[in-house]
């Protein structure tokens, strides 16, 4: 499966794999994952497992603060409230709690190694829900559920590579596989950055779409641009969405709500989402301008959207008031009337870009023995890292919605064939 050749290009991709050849592949090294996470892993925290038996139990991996998981738990009281009503039950953390259990959706189990990340999700989402903070790798059973999320890292993989799941490194990618062939949910719903779509010249999604259809399911990917959706920032990112084989419903991407078109709405614009935190912003990552960070423009006006925000407080847009960059050669910018005059993106300007609800309460770790920009950066690290939450709602909308006018058959079909041991499953 490998072809030796001297140089840069030791290893070459094998495109021509039949799909016995890739079920076959892809259920060997699950099962070594499997083997190699059983024999470290500590499952007893799925016997306090909170499933809901007439919700859609959600399992998140790769989970982070949790911006797909709010977004998807909107979606789900969504399909039971409409959004209007959703949009004005959740004006505080406390109606939060209280209502998100009227959603269709009900989280139980989160998976991340990002200890701040981790205490953010503490601090906003309730304490029935499981949280595993382990390596991936060392999980042995995951819980049963309906429907697994997750923004799995992308894999490092280049034309030079060899197939991903029979590469010698361990891509986390099939860890998400290995949780849905393991306990086989309804769907699920993965997302991931713009340059998985290039890498290998386009033979990587084409790879991991056939290894996710490999495991039982209909797959859709898209590329979205979150401003699309009512979202103040230019960020692209591919969402890959899974249903159940044995599940009649074919899952369509929503089409934009915002843009040009006069059939539209308008974009949202900085100014609409952060005008009002002009005066007090709270904390941003302060210091200087490295020439690599003035080597663009990183400032938008107040009616545009914003840049995509990065997991970085280093590299965070700046902030749209007073003058504009200038562009004073090749790859050179410069900041008018000198950098005192320009700052990042504060924290809660950030998380409002992301879409996250005021009351949602970050983490910095409250390590007195790290500095301001290093406990803040940890606070950048997680929102930029999340799926804007308004995003996350819009994709997960569909299935909600699906999920609430079918959930008898759904509970029908539970604890079927599909729920099968991962070793004996014979539809892989």
Known sequence: MKIEERGRAKYRPLKEYDTEQVKNLLLKKIEEEQDNAQLIADDSELENINRENKKLNVVSLFSGCGGLDLGVELAGLDAVNSQENTNSLLESHKQFLEKRNSSIFHTIYSVD???EANETYRLNFPKTIIQNEKDIRKIGKFPNCDIVLGGFPCPGF?????RLIDDARNFLYIHFIRCLMQTQPAFFIAENVKGMLTLGKGEVIKQIIQDFESAGYKVKFQLVNSRDYGVPQLRERVFIVGVREDINFQYQFP??????SPKLK???T?????????????EWYKGGFSSIY???????NWEDQSFTIQASGRQAPLH???EAMKKIGTDKWELPGGEEMHRRLSIKEIARIQTFPDWFTFSDGNNKSISHNGRVDKVYKQIGNAVPVELARVIARPIAEWGFKNIDKIIKQRNTSYQLDLFESSHI
């Open 113 to 115: 190694m990002f200890k």
């Open 158 to 162: 280049s034309e030079a590579g060899p």
């Open 255 to 260: 089409e934009p709500t915002h843009g040009p």
């Open 266 to 268: 308008p974009y949202v």
């Open 270 to 282: 900085l100014h609409q989402a952060i005008g009002d935190l002009e005066s007090n912003p709270g």
């Open 294 to 300: 003035l080597s663009r423009n990183r400032k938008k």
């Open 320 to 322: 749209p008031g007073g």
